[in-house]
């Protein structure tokens, strides 16, 4: 068998090239996700193999000037995103806080949806990131280290 020459391999890629764009494209443009169609899942959460996995849990709680104390789901907090991508921003842009500090009309925005979910007035938003070790024998789950703790303040 003949292998392919180099037009042929240039062709191949330029092709590949304009698919992958074109698919870029639409999920910007019409789907309008965080993270394009063409993405691979990690693989650092899957079990080894006595059946232990290392897994960062995402707790959310809404303090009010009562001293109550309410667990808010991420999912609910961030709606309308769609939920494959609320926790990967949660961490990169509270918990990292990449591109700086959360600006007004974000903090503004989070505080409503948490004062609509609550019905109440919530003061403190805490957003707490636990590393466990998840047991997928005995479903249990033990902590590994100390949680990471970022609150925001109205």
Sequence with gaps: MRSPGPRTLLAISVGLGVVLLAQGAVDVLVARTIFPTVSMPGFD???DR???AALTELSVYAHT??????EVKPEDLMSPMMYS???ATLQRFVRYE????L???TVRWLFANADAITDSTVDELEFVWQKDEFDIVTLTSTPLEEPEIVRISR
């Design 45 to 47: 959460i899957a079990p």
């Design 50 to 52: 006595d059946g232990r």
């Design 65 to 70: 000037a009562d001293g109550s104390r309410t």
């Design 85 to 87: 991508a609320v926790r």
């Design 98 to 101: 990449e591109g700086g500090p």
């Design 103 to 105: 600006d007004d009309d």
